[in-house]
């Protein structure tokens, strides 16, 4: 026995088991998640204070003029907490690849991603229709107008839809799902934590859609394991962003 395994044999159980299981660290501080989760549920608390308070009978808000300054504030609040996720990546050594997957070797890989991506959301399309049925009606107050008019806004609408496929999957999908995973050591926590997470984060649009939401983000989650890659599930957020923007105008 040499003198390297002796230590190792003779060290805390708690050591041991650390270096056994590469899959138990942390992909970021702690206190990078806890800010990003702060923000998460600051943001949730406004959105369900606006449903809340609508002064509307239908709408969340009445929208008077162009939705473009709407549009960019809310590309740059993706990004910003895109960016607070790559600081926090960068302070634990985690590469950025670690958590969306490893690029594309050629146009097969491509195709194959889009295939499932655009399957996943047929299939929830259909789904989501059987779903909305048995939740009932909806009772919260509508965005319709937020939604995009004219080109410029559709423009910019689908760079929206863009930015919260690929910022949202690496914030929900990548960051919280691996490190709640390291965390808890369990990744049926790991999917539904973040899912949940995920669906109120989308308070503003009622009890209703947050169920949705949630059940698509606990979809992307299992997706994101199954493939352990977030580009489908990047691919599969932003069209069904662009289409469900498109198609209710």
Avoid at 155 to 175: D, H, K, N, P
Avoid at 208 to 225: D, K, P, Q, S
Wanted: proline share 3%.
């Amino acid at each position: 026995m040499t003198l390297i395994q002796s230590r190792v044999e003779n060290a805390p159980s708690s050591m041991r088991t650390s270096s056994m299981r590469p899959d138990r660290r942390l992909i970021a501080p702690i206190g990078n998640t806890v800010l990003l989760i702060a923000i998460i549920l600051l943001m949730t608390a406004y959105g369900m204070y606006a449903q809340h308070n609508a002064g509307s009978d239908t709408q969340l808000v009445e929208h008077r003029g162009s939705a473009l300054p709407l549009y960019l504030g809310l590309i740059v609040g993706e990004w910003a907490l895109f960016r607070l996720v790559l600081a926090g990546l960068r302070k634990s050594g985690t590469r950025m690849s670690d958590v969306i997957g490893r690029p594309w070797v050629n146009w097969k890989s491509v195709a194959r991603d889009v295939v499932l991506a655009l399957g996943v959301w047929a299939v929830w399309s259909g789904a989501e229709t059987l779903i909305t049925r048995f939740l009932g009606p909806d009772t919260a107050k509508g965005v319709d107008t937020l939604l995009p008019r004219g080109v410029a806004e559709i423009a910019a609408w689908v760079a929206l839809s863009v930015s919260a496929g690929i910022c949202e999957e690496t914030v929900f999908r990548g960051y919280l799902q691996q490190q709640i995973k390291a965390f808890s050591g369990s990744v049926v926590v790991a999917i539904l934590a973040q899912a949940l997470l995920f669906g109120i984060s989308h308070g503003y649009q009622g009890v209703r859609n947050i169920v949705l939401i949630t059940l698509l983000g606990g979809i992307y989650g299992l997706m994101a394991h199954w493939r352990r890659s977030l580009k489908p599930g990047m691919i599969a957020h932003a069209w069904t962003d662009v289409f469900s923007g498109l198609l209710a105008r």
